[in-house]
Protein backbone atom coordinates (compact mmCIF):
# COMPACT_ATOMS: atom_id res chain seq x y z
CA UNK A 1 0.00 0.00 0.00
CA UNK A 2 1.67 3.36 -0.66
CA UNK A 3 1.12 6.28 1.61
CA UNK A 4 0.81 8.49 -1.19
CA UNK A 5 -2.19 10.78 -1.43
CA UNK A 6 -3.43 10.17 1.83
CA UNK A 7 -4.57 12.87 4.49
CA UNK A 8 -3.25 12.82 7.90
CA UNK A 9 -6.59 11.56 9.42
CA UNK A 10 -6.63 8.77 7.14
CA UNK A 11 -2.70 7.90 8.30
CA UNK A 12 -4.49 8.07 11.86
CA UNK A 13 -6.87 5.85 10.84
CA UNK A 14 -4.32 3.21 9.24
CA UNK A 15 -2.62 3.05 12.31
CA UNK A 16 -5.28 2.67 14.61
CA UNK A 17 -6.14 -0.01 12.14
CA UNK A 18 -2.14 -1.45 12.73
CA UNK A 19 -2.60 -1.31 15.98
CA UNK A 20 -5.50 -3.42 16.20
CA UNK A 21 -4.69 -5.95 13.83
CA UNK A 22 -3.82 -9.56 14.71
CA UNK A 23 -0.58 -10.81 14.97
CA UNK A 24 -1.63 -12.87 12.22
CA UNK A 25 -2.45 -10.11 10.16
CA UNK A 26 0.87 -7.74 11.19
CA UNK A 27 3.59 -10.82 11.13
CA UNK A 28 3.87 -12.08 8.02
CA UNK A 29 3.88 -8.58 6.48
CA UNK A 30 6.66 -6.93 8.48
CA UNK A 31 8.91 -5.68 5.80
CA UNK A 32 5.54 -4.30 3.79
CA UNK A 33 4.38 -2.75 6.96
CA UNK A 34 7.82 -0.95 8.07
CA UNK A 35 7.63 0.13 4.32
CA UNK A 36 4.57 1.56 4.57
CA UNK A 37 4.53 3.31 8.50
CA UNK A 38 8.02 4.65 7.40
CA UNK A 39 6.49 6.47 4.29
CA UNK A 40 3.44 7.48 6.00
CA UNK A 41 5.64 9.81 8.41
CA UNK A 42 7.59 10.89 5.60
CA UNK A 43 3.37 12.29 4.19
CA UNK A 44 2.98 14.02 7.52
CA UNK A 45 5.81 16.10 7.44
CA UNK A 46 5.39 16.66 4.03
CA UNK A 47 1.60 18.03 4.88
CA UNK A 48 2.99 20.17 7.32
CA UNK A 49 5.76 21.40 4.73
CA UNK A 50 3.29 21.85 2.15
CA UNK A 51 0.66 23.75 4.47
CA UNK A 52 3.41 26.13 4.98
CA UNK A 53 4.27 26.75 1.13
CA UNK A 54 7.57 25.08 1.13
CA UNK A 55 8.03 22.36 -1.25
CA UNK A 56 9.25 19.11 0.46
CA UNK A 57 12.64 18.42 0.20
CA UNK A 58 13.69 15.07 -1.92
CA UNK A 59 17.00 14.51 0.09
CA UNK A 60 18.04 12.68 2.71
CA UNK A 61 19.98 12.88 5.82
CA UNK A 62 21.64 10.00 7.45
CA UNK A 63 20.02 7.50 4.82
CA UNK A 64 16.70 8.91 5.32
CA UNK A 65 14.36 10.90 4.03
CA UNK A 66 11.89 11.33 7.01
CA UNK A 67 15.29 12.87 9.19
CA UNK A 68 15.44 15.37 6.04
CA UNK A 69 11.98 16.21 6.04
CA UNK A 70 11.87 16.91 9.77
CA UNK A 71 14.82 19.13 9.31
CA UNK A 72 13.52 21.66 6.92
CA UNK A 73 10.63 21.52 8.74
CA UNK A 74 12.12 22.90 12.28
CA UNK A 75 14.45 25.26 9.89
CA UNK A 76 13.23 28.56 11.36
CA UNK A 77 10.82 26.99 13.62
CA UNK A 78 12.54 25.09 16.59
CA UNK A 79 9.28 24.55 17.99
CA UNK A 80 9.09 21.74 15.85
CA UNK A 81 11.54 19.84 17.55
CA UNK A 82 9.39 18.85 19.43
CA UNK A 83 8.42 16.18 16.35
CA UNK A 84 12.28 15.18 16.21
CA UNK A 85 12.76 12.19 18.44
CA UNK A 86 9.19 11.29 17.49
CA UNK A 87 10.76 11.37 13.44
CA UNK A 88 13.91 9.59 14.83
CA UNK A 89 11.68 6.80 16.50
CA UNK A 90 9.98 6.49 13.53
CA UNK A 91 13.04 5.36 11.77
CA UNK A 92 14.26 3.55 14.43
CA UNK A 93 11.50 1.35 14.34
CA UNK A 94 11.62 1.01 10.12
CA UNK A 95 15.15 -0.37 11.01
CA UNK A 96 13.99 -2.81 14.05
CA UNK A 97 10.98 -4.41 11.61
CA UNK A 98 13.36 -5.06 8.81
CA UNK A 99 16.59 -6.07 11.28
CA UNK A 100 14.70 -9.03 12.37
CA UNK A 101 11.29 -9.55 10.43
CA UNK A 102 10.97 -13.01 11.48
CA UNK A 103 11.31 -12.19 15.20
CA UNK A 104 9.34 -13.53 17.78
CA UNK A 105 7.39 -10.13 18.94
CA UNK A 106 7.68 -8.40 15.64
CA UNK A 107 3.87 -7.93 16.17
CA UNK A 108 4.55 -5.88 19.10
CA UNK A 109 7.40 -4.00 17.81
CA UNK A 110 4.82 -3.34 14.34
CA UNK A 111 2.10 -2.34 17.20
CA UNK A 112 4.91 0.08 18.73
CA UNK A 113 5.77 1.81 15.27
CA UNK A 114 2.80 2.16 14.30
CA UNK A 115 1.80 4.06 17.89
CA UNK A 116 5.36 6.08 16.86
CA UNK A 117 3.62 7.05 13.77
CA UNK A 118 0.28 8.21 15.30
CA UNK A 119 1.86 10.43 17.51
CA UNK A 120 3.24 12.30 14.45
CA UNK A 121 -0.07 12.07 13.19
CA UNK A 122 -1.39 13.74 15.90
CA UNK A 123 0.81 16.24 17.01
CA UNK A 124 1.74 17.64 13.47
CA UNK A 125 -2.28 17.60 12.45
CA UNK A 126 -3.14 19.08 15.83
CA UNK A 127 -0.55 21.68 15.16
CA UNK A 128 -2.93 22.46 11.84
CA UNK A 129 -5.68 22.05 12.90
CA UNK A 130 -6.22 25.96 13.54
CA UNK A 131 -3.39 28.38 12.32
CA UNK A 132 -1.11 29.33 15.30
CA UNK A 133 -2.26 26.68 17.75
CA UNK A 134 0.37 24.93 19.18
CA UNK A 135 2.76 27.52 18.14
CA UNK A 136 3.34 28.89 21.70
CA UNK A 137 4.02 25.74 23.42
CA UNK A 138 7.67 25.16 22.60
CA UNK A 139 9.27 28.10 24.01
CA UNK A 140 12.82 28.43 21.79
CA UNK A 141 11.12 30.37 19.00
CA UNK A 142 11.06 33.75 21.09
CA UNK A 143 14.81 33.40 22.24
CA UNK A 144 15.92 33.60 18.61
CA UNK A 145 13.47 36.07 17.09
CA UNK A 146 14.51 39.39 17.63
CA UNK A 147 10.91 40.93 17.13
CA UNK A 148 9.71 38.97 20.15
CA UNK A 149 10.54 41.76 22.69
CA UNK A 150 7.09 43.93 23.10
CA UNK A 151 8.54 47.33 24.47
CA UNK A 152 5.48 48.60 25.15
CA UNK A 153 4.54 46.14 27.20
CA UNK A 154 7.85 45.70 29.09
CA UNK A 155 7.57 49.95 29.09
CA UNK A 156 3.87 49.76 30.91
CA UNK A 157 5.18 47.50 33.79
CA UNK A 158 7.74 50.98 34.48
CA UNK A 159 4.80 52.97 34.00
CA UNK B 1 29.22 12.88 39.34
CA UNK B 2 27.93 11.17 42.19
CA UNK B 3 28.26 12.43 45.59
CA UNK B 4 28.48 16.10 44.46
CA UNK B 5 28.43 17.98 47.94
CA UNK B 6 27.47 21.23 46.30
CA UNK B 7 23.65 20.17 45.71
CA UNK B 8 23.52 18.53 49.53
CA UNK B 9 21.81 21.64 50.34
CA UNK B 10 20.57 23.34 47.31
CA UNK B 11 17.84 26.07 47.23
CA UNK B 12 14.12 24.92 46.34
CA UNK B 13 12.06 26.55 43.82
CA UNK B 14 8.55 24.70 43.79
CA UNK B 15 6.26 26.64 41.44
CA UNK B 16 3.12 27.07 41.64
CA UNK B 17 1.74 23.61 39.87
CA UNK B 18 3.49 21.83 43.41
CA UNK B 19 1.50 23.92 45.80
CA UNK B 20 -1.59 22.69 43.45
CA UNK B 21 -2.51 19.94 41.12
CA UNK B 22 1.26 18.53 42.22
CA UNK B 23 1.08 18.51 45.47
CA UNK B 24 2.01 14.86 46.03
CA UNK B 25 5.37 16.02 44.00
CA UNK B 26 6.05 18.38 46.15
CA UNK B 27 5.36 15.78 49.20
CA UNK B 28 7.44 13.27 47.79
CA UNK B 29 9.84 15.21 46.25
CA UNK B 30 10.50 16.50 50.33
CA UNK B 31 9.83 12.85 51.55
CA UNK B 32 12.78 11.46 49.59
CA UNK B 33 15.13 14.51 50.26
CA UNK B 34 14.69 13.98 54.18
CA UNK B 35 14.97 10.27 53.43
CA UNK B 36 18.32 10.98 51.64
CA UNK B 37 20.12 13.56 53.40
CA UNK B 38 19.64 16.02 51.46
CA UNK B 39 18.45 19.59 52.33
CA UNK B 40 15.87 21.90 50.70
CA UNK B 41 15.64 25.35 51.51
CA UNK B 42 12.73 26.97 49.97
CA UNK B 43 13.48 30.43 48.37
CA UNK B 44 11.61 33.35 50.34
CA UNK B 45 8.21 35.45 48.22
CA UNK B 46 9.17 33.41 45.22
CA UNK B 47 7.11 34.29 41.99
CA UNK B 48 5.17 32.51 38.88
CA UNK B 49 8.27 31.79 36.82
CA UNK B 50 6.46 33.28 33.79
CA UNK B 51 4.68 29.39 32.68
CA UNK B 52 3.87 29.88 28.83
CA UNK B 53 0.91 32.18 29.47
CA UNK B 54 3.44 35.47 30.29
CA UNK B 55 6.59 33.95 27.84
CA UNK B 56 3.91 33.89 25.13
CA UNK B 57 2.55 37.88 26.02
CA UNK B 58 6.37 39.22 25.94
CA UNK B 59 8.95 36.72 26.61
CA UNK B 60 11.00 39.53 28.19
CA UNK B 61 9.11 39.84 31.35
CA UNK B 62 9.26 36.04 31.67
CA UNK B 63 12.75 35.98 31.94
CA UNK B 64 12.66 38.92 34.49
CA UNK B 65 10.00 36.99 36.70
CA UNK B 66 12.51 33.74 36.21
CA UNK B 67 15.44 36.13 37.04
CA UNK B 68 13.81 37.63 40.64
CA UNK B 69 13.30 34.01 41.44
CA UNK B 70 17.43 33.62 40.72
CA UNK B 71 18.18 36.70 42.24
CA UNK B 72 16.69 35.99 45.59
CA UNK B 73 18.14 32.41 45.08
CA UNK B 74 21.53 34.20 45.24
CA UNK B 75 20.67 36.69 48.28
CA UNK B 76 19.77 33.88 49.93
CA UNK B 77 23.55 32.77 49.35
CA UNK B 78 23.33 29.77 47.12
CA UNK B 79 24.86 28.91 44.33
CA UNK B 80 22.52 26.49 43.09
CA UNK B 81 18.12 26.10 42.82
CA UNK B 82 16.64 23.02 42.05
CA UNK B 83 13.04 23.18 40.29
CA UNK B 84 11.22 19.91 40.15
CA UNK B 85 8.46 21.40 37.53
CA UNK B 86 9.99 21.24 33.80
CA UNK B 87 8.31 23.96 33.10
CA UNK B 88 9.84 26.03 36.30
CA UNK B 89 13.33 24.45 35.16
CA UNK B 90 12.85 25.01 31.51
CA UNK B 91 11.99 28.75 32.59
CA UNK B 92 14.93 29.28 34.50
CA UNK B 93 17.09 27.95 32.57
CA UNK B 94 15.84 29.74 29.35
CA UNK B 95 16.05 33.24 31.83
CA UNK B 96 20.06 32.06 32.64
CA UNK B 97 20.63 31.83 28.47
CA UNK B 98 18.41 34.95 27.95
CA UNK B 99 20.79 37.03 30.29
CA UNK B 100 23.78 35.46 29.09
CA UNK B 101 23.22 35.98 25.46
CA UNK B 102 20.50 38.52 24.87
CA UNK B 103 21.06 42.98 25.55
CA UNK B 104 17.36 43.53 25.45
CA UNK B 105 16.99 41.10 28.03
CA UNK B 106 19.70 42.44 30.57
CA UNK B 107 18.35 45.82 30.11
CA UNK B 108 14.63 45.08 30.48
CA UNK B 109 15.77 42.81 33.61
CA UNK B 110 17.90 45.80 34.86
CA UNK B 111 15.10 48.29 34.77
CA UNK B 112 12.19 46.08 36.25
CA UNK B 113 14.86 44.77 39.17
CA UNK B 114 16.00 48.45 39.94
CA UNK B 115 11.67 49.12 40.02
CA UNK B 116 11.14 46.31 41.92
CA UNK B 117 13.78 47.42 44.40
CA UNK B 118 15.91 44.15 44.50
CA UNK B 119 19.36 43.25 42.96
CA UNK B 120 19.61 42.67 39.48
CA UNK B 121 20.50 39.23 38.66
CA UNK B 122 23.19 38.35 36.51
CA UNK B 123 23.76 34.96 34.45
CA UNK B 124 26.27 32.65 35.64
CA UNK B 125 25.75 33.68 39.56
CA UNK B 126 23.07 30.89 40.27
CA UNK B 127 22.92 27.00 38.80
CA UNK B 128 19.30 25.97 37.84
CA UNK B 129 19.17 21.87 38.62
CA UNK B 130 15.86 19.69 37.93
CA UNK B 131 15.14 17.23 40.70
CA UNK B 132 16.40 14.71 38.49
CA UNK B 133 20.12 16.01 38.58
CA UNK B 134 20.06 16.59 42.59
CA UNK B 135 19.47 13.31 43.32
CA UNK B 136 21.55 11.09 40.49
CA UNK B 137 24.33 13.90 41.14
CA UNK B 138 24.53 14.03 44.76
CA UNK B 139 23.48 10.61 45.49
CA UNK B 140 23.90 8.46 42.83
CA UNK B 141 22.87 5.12 41.79
CA UNK B 142 25.05 3.27 44.02
CA UNK B 143 24.27 5.50 46.97
CA UNK B 144 20.68 4.54 46.26
CA UNK B 145 21.17 1.02 45.64
CA UNK B 146 22.77 0.80 49.48
CA UNK B 147 19.99 3.05 50.79
CA UNK B 148 16.89 0.62 49.05
CA UNK B 149 14.59 -0.83 51.74
CA UNK B 150 12.00 -2.11 49.37
CA UNK B 151 13.07 -2.46 45.89
CA UNK B 152 11.05 -1.78 42.96
CA UNK B 153 11.79 -5.48 41.82
CA UNK B 154 8.90 -6.44 39.58
CA UNK B 155 7.54 -2.90 38.58
CA UNK B 156 8.11 -2.28 34.98
CA UNK B 157 8.17 1.67 34.51
CA UNK B 158 8.07 3.88 31.19
CA UNK B 159 9.77 6.49 32.50
CA UNK B 160 7.99 9.53 30.42
CA UNK B 161 10.17 13.02 30.31
CA UNK B 162 7.71 15.53 28.65
CA UNK B 163 8.75 17.94 26.10
CA UNK B 164 10.62 20.95 28.51
CA UNK B 165 13.26 18.88 30.18
CA UNK B 166 15.26 18.52 27.32
CA UNK B 167 14.40 21.57 24.93
CA UNK B 168 15.71 23.71 23.02
CA UNK B 169 18.83 22.09 23.37
CA UNK B 170 20.29 25.28 23.44
CA UNK B 171 19.72 26.14 26.51
CA UNK B 172 20.82 23.09 28.52
CA UNK B 173 24.67 23.56 27.78
CA UNK B 174 25.34 21.14 30.42
CA UNK B 175 23.50 18.14 28.62
CA UNK B 176 25.01 16.04 26.00
CA UNK B 177 28.37 16.63 27.43
CA UNK B 178 29.21 12.81 27.47
CA UNK B 179 28.42 9.13 29.40
CA UNK B 180 27.83 10.98 32.89
CA UNK B 181 25.76 14.19 31.32
CA UNK B 182 21.48 14.41 30.88
CA UNK B 183 20.95 12.94 27.12
CA UNK B 184 18.64 15.72 25.29
CA UNK B 185 17.65 13.12 23.13
CA UNK B 186 17.18 10.08 24.93
CA UNK B 187 17.16 11.29 28.53
CA UNK B 188 18.32 8.02 30.80
CA UNK B 189 18.49 9.96 34.69
CA UNK B 190 15.16 8.76 35.70
CA UNK B 191 15.54 5.42 34.00
CA UNK B 192 18.95 5.22 35.99
CA UNK B 193 17.13 6.80 39.75
CA UNK B 194 14.71 3.93 39.09
CA UNK B 195 16.41 1.03 37.95
CA UNK B 196 18.68 1.56 40.80
CA UNK B 197 15.93 1.13 42.68
CA UNK B 198 15.40 -1.66 41.42
CA UNK B 199 12.96 -0.80 39.07
CA UNK B 200 12.61 -2.74 35.38
CA UNK B 201 12.97 0.14 32.59
CA UNK B 202 10.89 -0.59 29.45
CA UNK B 203 12.21 0.81 26.05
CA UNK B 204 9.90 3.18 25.70
CA UNK B 205 9.85 5.36 22.20
CA UNK B 206 7.45 8.92 23.51
CA UNK B 207 9.69 9.35 26.40
CA UNK B 208 9.69 13.11 25.37
CA UNK B 209 7.03 13.08 22.96
CA UNK B 210 4.29 16.05 23.19
CA UNK B 211 1.51 15.12 25.91
CA UNK B 212 -0.24 18.16 24.38
CA UNK B 213 -0.28 19.97 27.73
CA UNK B 214 -0.94 23.39 26.52
CA UNK B 215 -3.38 22.49 24.99
CA UNK B 216 -5.63 20.68 27.52
CA UNK B 217 -8.26 23.39 27.53
CA UNK B 218 -7.94 24.87 23.82
CA UNK B 219 -8.35 21.53 22.35
CA UNK B 220 -8.86 18.76 24.71
CA UNK B 221 -9.86 16.05 22.07
CA UNK B 222 -5.90 16.48 20.60
CA UNK B 223 -4.89 16.24 24.23
CA UNK B 224 -6.66 13.38 25.13
CA UNK B 225 -5.29 11.10 22.15
CA UNK B 226 -2.22 12.47 22.58
CA UNK B 227 -2.19 10.79 26.41
CA UNK B 228 -3.96 7.96 25.30
CA UNK B 229 -1.30 7.11 22.58
CA UNK B 230 1.52 7.43 25.19
CA UNK B 231 -0.48 5.56 27.37
CA UNK B 232 -1.15 2.62 24.96
CA UNK B 233 2.11 2.86 23.99
CA UNK B 234 3.53 2.54 27.34
CA UNK B 235 1.26 -0.75 28.19
CA UNK B 236 2.18 -2.49 24.62
CA UNK B 237 5.83 -1.51 25.95
CA UNK B 238 5.40 -3.93 28.73
CA UNK B 239 5.15 -1.06 31.12
CA UNK B 240 2.89 -1.35 34.83
CA UNK B 241 3.50 2.12 35.28
CA UNK B 242 4.25 5.44 33.60
CA UNK B 243 6.79 7.48 35.87
CA UNK B 244 6.69 11.55 35.65
CA UNK B 245 8.93 14.26 36.57
CA UNK B 246 6.99 17.13 35.69
CA UNK B 247 3.57 17.62 37.29
CA UNK B 248 2.08 19.25 34.35
CA UNK B 249 2.64 16.13 32.08
CA UNK B 250 1.67 14.03 34.98
CA UNK B 251 -2.01 15.94 35.81
CA UNK B 252 -2.39 15.73 31.89
CA UNK B 253 -1.59 11.93 32.26
CA UNK B 254 -3.91 11.37 34.68
CA UNK B 255 -6.70 13.37 33.67
CA UNK B 256 -7.07 12.29 29.88
CA UNK B 257 -7.04 8.92 31.32
CA UNK B 258 -10.27 9.18 32.66
CA UNK B 259 -10.88 11.73 29.82
CA UNK B 260 -10.09 9.13 27.14
CA UNK B 261 -12.14 6.55 28.58
CA UNK B 262 -15.51 8.72 29.13
CA UNK B 263 -15.29 10.62 25.84
CA UNK B 264 -13.70 7.62 23.55
CA UNK B 265 -14.39 4.61 25.14
CA UNK B 266 -11.02 3.91 25.72
CA UNK B 267 -9.82 2.37 29.18
CA UNK B 268 -6.21 2.04 30.32
CA UNK B 269 -5.23 0.51 33.09
CA UNK B 270 -1.48 1.70 33.46
CA UNK B 271 -0.77 3.32 37.04
CA UNK B 272 0.85 6.85 36.60
CA UNK B 273 3.78 7.75 39.64
CA UNK B 274 5.85 11.28 40.24
CA UNK B 275 9.30 9.23 39.99
CA UNK B 276 9.78 10.62 43.59
CA UNK B 277 6.96 8.42 44.70
CA UNK B 278 8.76 5.14 43.58
CA UNK B 279 11.91 6.11 44.88
CA UNK B 280 10.16 7.73 48.32
CA UNK B 281 8.49 3.50 48.20
CA UNK B 282 11.87 1.80 47.76
CA UNK B 283 13.86 4.02 50.62
CA UNK B 284 11.35 2.73 52.78
CA UNK B 285 8.41 5.35 53.19
CA UNK B 286 5.04 4.57 53.21
CA UNK B 287 2.47 4.93 49.89
CA UNK B 288 1.11 8.01 52.12
CA UNK B 289 4.33 9.92 53.21
CA UNK B 290 4.44 10.01 49.48
CA UNK B 291 1.01 11.17 48.35
CA UNK B 292 -0.04 7.85 46.75
CA UNK B 293 -3.38 8.87 47.52
CA UNK B 294 -3.63 12.18 45.70
CA UNK B 295 -3.34 10.15 42.36
CA UNK B 296 -6.02 10.31 40.20
CA UNK B 297 -4.55 6.87 38.30
CA UNK B 298 -5.10 4.91 41.75
CA UNK B 299 -2.02 2.83 42.56
CA UNK B 300 -2.87 1.23 45.16
CA UNK B 301 -3.63 -2.63 44.28
CA UNK B 302 -0.42 -2.58 42.28
CA UNK B 303 1.59 -1.26 44.81
CA UNK B 304 0.34 -3.77 47.52
CA UNK B 305 0.44 -6.63 45.21
CA UNK B 306 4.37 -5.60 44.42
CA UNK B 307 5.15 -5.69 48.08
CA UNK B 308 4.77 -1.66 48.19
CA UNK B 309 1.31 -0.60 49.58
Known sequence: MTSEGLTIDAIENRADAIVAAPDSELAPNAKALAAELLSMSEVIVETWLEAKGQAPTQDKHEGFRLIALHRQAAKGNPSFNACRETCREAVYHHNLILHDPAAGDIARTIRVGAMVVRHLALFIGGKLQADGLGEFCCSSRPIRQADAIKPETAGAMEA | ????????????????????????????????????????????????????????????????????????????????????????????????????????????????????????????????????????????????????????????????????????????????????????SKPHYMDDILAAAGAENVDFPLKTACCGGAHTLSDSDTSTKLVLNILTAAEACGADVVATECPTCHTGLEMHQIRAEKVLGRKTNIKILYFTQLLGMALGLSAKKVGVHENFSDPRSLLKEKGLG
Open chain 2, 1 to 184: MAGDMKYKKVAYYPGCALEGSGHAYNRSTKAVGKELGLDLVEIKNWNCCGAMEVKNIDPKIQTYLSARNLSITEEMGFDTVMAPCNGCYHNLKKAEYDLGHDETSKEVNQRLSSKAGHKTYEAGKVETIHALDWIKKSIGEEGIRERVKNSLQGIKVANYYGCMYTRPRHIFPEKDQGADSEST
